[in-house]
C-alpha cells in the first residue's frame, strides 16, 4: 500500500468535504479506488496501489500522500466538468517548485525564462517519470484571476548594459561576471517564427496529440537561448516566439485533455508576452484560457479574463483580434445565461470583424480567425443559450443559419487544400451543428453530422473532438436510442471511437 496513507494513530475527524463529492459522483468505493491506481499508472507513480479499505480511511480523515491528492482533484474535476482543487476536497498537497506548482508566479524576464526552461523539460520526461501529472492542479477564482492582472502592471526600465543589452537581463558566470553578448542571425530568428507557424498549421490539421511533445522541445530550446545574452529588440523577438510556443503547447495540452499542464502553459506564456512587450499576443493567450475555463464550467473567470484582456489590449488590437475578444466575450455571457449581453457582444464581434481590411497586416498566430471561426464562435454562443434556456426554438433558429455556414465554410477550406485546413475546426463544426439538430429534435440530421464527424475524428489525435462527440452521442442515445439509425451509429462508434483510459475515468 505505499504511498498511499500519511500514517499515524492520532485521532481524525471525517473528511466531511470529501465525502461530500463522492456521495455526489456516484461512484462506489471499489470505483473510486481503481480509477485512482489506473491514473496513477498512467503517470508513473506504480508504488501506488488502493483499494476500497483505503479509500474508507480517506473519508474518515486520514491525509493520503502524494501523488494522491492531485489525482483525486483531477478525477472528480472530470468528473463534475468543473475545478475541483486539493483544498475543495479537504486534503493538503505537498509543496512544489514555482515551475511545477502554482501560477502566481514572478513577473521578472529571468525567472520567466528559468521557469519555463524547467517547466518544458519536466514536461518532455513525462513519458517517463510522470512528473507533471502528479505534480499540478488547476487554478480558478481569485487564486486565477488576481495574478493574471499583474500582466497590465508595467515592467521597470533597467539601465542599459554593453551594446544595449540591460543589466538585468544579462546572464552571469559562476564568477559573477556577465556572459559576452550572444550573436543570432535575423535569418535564424525567421527559421524560428516559421517552425512555430508550421507547428500551428499541423495542429490544426492533425490535432494537439501528434506533436505536442515536439513544440516542447522546440520551446526549451528557444529558452536555452534566452539564457545567453541578446541585444534587446533580438530579446524581445525571442521571447515572443517564446509566448507563441508555450500558447501553443497550452493549446495543445489544452486538446488532449491535459487541463493542468495547460493551464501553466498559457501563463507562461502570458509572462512571456509580458518580456516581449505585445499586448495582443498577451490577450489572445488570456482569451484562450478564457476558452479553457468555459470548458471546465468557470464561464465567470472566463468573462474575468476576456474583460482582462480587452482593457489590456485597447490601444494595439487590429480590427481582428477585437472581434475574437468580442465573440469570446458571447461565449461567457452565453455560458451565464444572459441573452442581453450575449447579444451586444455578438454584434460587437461582427462589426470588428467587417473593419478588416484587405492590407491588415495581422500576425501569424491570428490568422486562423476567419470569417468561418466567427460564424462558429457567434453559433456556439446562441446554441448554448438554447441550453441554458431549455432548448429555446428562439436560440436554436438563431444558432443554425450560423453554425451551416461555418460547416460550409470549414468544408471548402479543407477542400481546396487537399487534407490540410483546419481539420479540427471542421469536425467540432460539425459536432457543433449534430446538438442544434439534437436540440430541434431531427435525429435523422444529428446521425448524418456526427457520422462526418467521426470520419475526421478517426483521422484527428484530438481528444477534445472525440469527447465531445461522445458526449453528443450520449445525448442523441437517450432521447433517441430507438431510432434505428441512432442504434446503427452507436454500434458504429463504440467499434471505431473506444474510450481513452482517461475518459474511462470520468
Known amino acids: 500500500m505505499g504511498g498511499n496513507g500519511s500514517g499515524g494513530a492520532s485521532a481524525r475527524r471525517p473528511n466531511e468535504r470529501l465525502t461530500s463529492w463522492f456521495h455526489r459522483s456516484g461512484w462506489s468505493k471499489g470505483e473510486l479506488a481503481r480509477q485512482v491506481n489506473r491514473r496513477a499508472r498512467q503517470l508513473g507513480a506504480h508504488h501506488v496501489s488502493t483499494d476500497t479499505s483505503r479509500v474508507r480511511r480517506w473519508l474518515d480523515g486520514e491525509q493520503p500522500r502524494e501523488p494522491i491528492p492531485r489525482i483525486l482533484s483531477e478525477l472528480f ?9 486539493v483544498e475543495d476536497l479537504g486534503l493538503r498537497s505537498a ?50 484571476i488576481e495574478p493574471m492582472q499583474r500582466w497590465l502592471v ?36 525567421d527559421q524560428l517564427e516559421e517552425a512555430t507557424a508550421q507547428f500551428r498549421d499541423w495542429d490544426a490539421q492533425c490535432g494537439g496529440g501528434l506533436r505536442r511533445k515536439a513544440v516542447v522541445g522546440q520551446l526549451h530550446e528557444v529558452t536555452d537561448l534566452l539564457q545567453e545574452t541578446h541585444p534587446p529588440r533580438v530579446r524581445r523577438r525571442l521571447f515572443r516566439v517564446t509566448a507563441e ?22 501563463v507562461l506564456a502570458l509572462h512571456a508576452a509580458k518580456e516581449a512587450e505585445d499586448r495582443p499576443l498577451g490577450a489572445y493567450i488570456l482569451s484562450q484560457m478564457s476558452r479553457q475555463m468555459i470548458h471546465l464550467g468557470r464561464a465567470e473567470d472566463a468573462l474575468e479574463l476576456i474583460h482582462l484582456a480587452q482593457y489590456g489590449s485597447r490601444e494595439q488590437a487590429t480590427a481582428r483580434t477585437q472581434a475574437l475578444l468580442y465573440a469570446m466575450e458571447a461565449r461567457a455571457y452565453a455560458s451565464l445565461g444572459q441573452p442581453p449581453k450575449c447579444h451586444r457582444a455578438v454584434r460587437m464581434a461582427e462589426d470588428a470583424f467587417a473593419e478588416i481590411g484587405p492590407r491588415d497586416a495581422d500576425p501569424a498566430w491570428l490568422r486562423f480567425f476567419s470569417r468561418a471561426e466567427l460564424f462558429a464562435e457567434n453559433a456556439h454562443s446562441y446554441r448554448d443559450l438554447a441550453y441554458v434556456a431549455g432548448r429555446s426554438p428562439t436560440y436554436v433558429s438563431r444558432a443554425r443559419p450560423l453554425m451551416e455556414e461555418a460547416v460550409r465554410l470549414f468544408a471548402e477550406e479543407c477542400a481546396d487544400d487537399s487534407g490540410g485546413g483546419h481539420q479540427r475546426s471542421y469536425a467540432l463544426n460539425l459536432i457543433g451543428m449534430a446538438t442544434v439538430h439534437l436540440l430541434a429534435r431531427e435525429p435523422e440530421g444529428c446521425v448524418q453530422l456526427s457520422e462526418q464527424a467521426l470520419d475526421l475524428a478517426n483521422r484527428l489525435r484530438s481528444e477534445r473532438v472525440s469527447n465531445r462527440l461522445r458526449t453528443t452521442w450520449a445525448s442523441a442515445r437517450r432521447d433517441f436510442g430507438e431510432v434505428r439509425e441512432v442504434a446503427q451509429l452507436t454500434e458504429r462508434l463504440t467499434e471505431e471511437l473506444p474510450e481513452s483510459e482517461a475518459s474511462r475515468a470520468v
Request: charged letters at 15%; one cysteine or more.
Open 95 to 144: 509543496p512544489h517548485s514555482a515551475a511545477v506548482s502554482g501560477i502566481d508566479l514572478p513577473w521578472a524576464g529571468n525567472q520567466t525564462i528559468a521557469l519555463i526552461n524547467e517547466f518544458s523539460r519536466s514536461d518532455l520526461m513525462l513519458g517517463r517519470r510522470g512528473f507533471l501529472g502528479t505534480s499540478l492542479t488547476m487554478s480558478a477564482g481569485p487564486a486565477l
Open 77 to 85: 474535476s472530470e468528473r463534475f466538468g468543473c475545478v475541483v482543487s
Open 245 to 266: 510556443l508555450a500558447e501553443l503547447a497550452g493549446w495543445m495540452s489544452y486538446d488532449v485533455g491535459l487541463q493542468p499542464t495547460a493551464q501553466k502553459y498559457f
Open 154 to 189: 508595467p515592467t521597470p526600465t533597467a539601465p542599459e548594459g554593453p551594446q544595449g543589452a540591460t543589466l538585468s537581463s544579462l546572464p552571469t558566470s559562476g564568477a559573477g561576471e556577465p556572459r559576452r553578448l550572444t550573436r543570432i542571425s535575423g535569418a535564424e530568428l
